[in-house]
């Protein structure tokens, strides 16, 4: 199967820092997401994002689907914005495959 | 739009009883949904494909005799975990997809909480 991998494991950034959290795939793909898991384990839609750049307020990503990545960007990060980030890919059906997460730790 | 609901958020059972977690898709129709499982500190891993009004799919390793799916409506699957076990504690998130034409996008519902005693 289609193998996910994310980068770094493990952020930790002053409040109102920027930072960059990568994603690797192994084949081609017809969906990416990103996803932020809060505290309470709820998965929040960040990005639909198998192709091209998206922004969002202080978010933003983009995919290189010929490149096989997707990155995406924090930017003046808050506490808030702590949690663990996952991407997920999908391939031919509706299923996902997730990557093992980056974690982020916005410090006061 | 597109949220999914779920319930219980949590329970807490005895060992060797069975518990059925809802998942509903409430403001679309949801032709196809999905049950993952998420150990502490662990990714999501996907159990089972649940498409509506046939069997599950589910993943290699995954008891279908166990974790029983139904899918009988276009806005309901559940997921019963049969004579649980304390190894079966984790946390259970259904997502749910429309399943029209166009985007593939997913989403997810608020996760069940399930801690065998």
């Known amino acids: 199967g289609i193998q996910v991998e994310q980068s770094p494991p493990d952020l930790i950034l002053q409040e109102g820092a920027n930072s960059t959290l990568r994603c690797n795939f192994s084949?081609?793909?017809?969906?990416l997401q990103w996803f932020h898991q809060n505290p309470w384990g709820q998965l929040i839609n960040l990005f639909y994002i198998p192709s091209g750049t998206k922004q969002n307020g202080r978010l933003s990503a983009t995919t290189v689907a010929t490149e096989r990545y997707s990155l995406l960007y924090i930017s003046s990060s808050q506490t808030t914005d702590s949690g663990v980030y996952f991407c997920?890919?999908?391939?031919?059906?509706?299923?996902?495959?997730f990557g093992k997460g980056t974690k982020l730790s916005v410090i006061p | 739009g597109a949220v999914v609901s779920q319930h219980p958020s949590r329970v807490i059972c005895k060992s060797g009883t069975s518990v059925k977690i809802e998942c509903r898709s409430l403001d679309f129709q949801a032709t196809t949904m999905f049950w993952y499982r998420q150990f502490p500190k662990q990714s999501l891993m996907l159990m089972a494909t649940?498409?509506?009004?046939?069997?599950?799919?589910?993943e290699q390793g995954v008891e279908k005799d166990k974790f029983l799916i139904n899918h009988a409506s276009l806005t309901l699957s559940t997921l019963t975990v049969t004579s649980a076990h304390p190894e079966d504690s984790s946390f259970y998130i259904c997502?749910?997809?429309?399943?029209?034409?166009?985007?593939?996008?997913?989403?997810f519902g608020p996760g069940t909480r399930l801690t065998v005693l």
């Open positions: 649940s498409n509506e009004g046939s069997k599950a799919t589910y």
């Open positions: 084949d081609s793909v017809n969906n």
């Open positions: 997920a890919v999908g391939a031919g059906s509706y299923q996902l495959t």
């Open positions: 997502s749910a997809h429309a399943g029209t034409s166009g985007a593939n996008e997913q989403f």
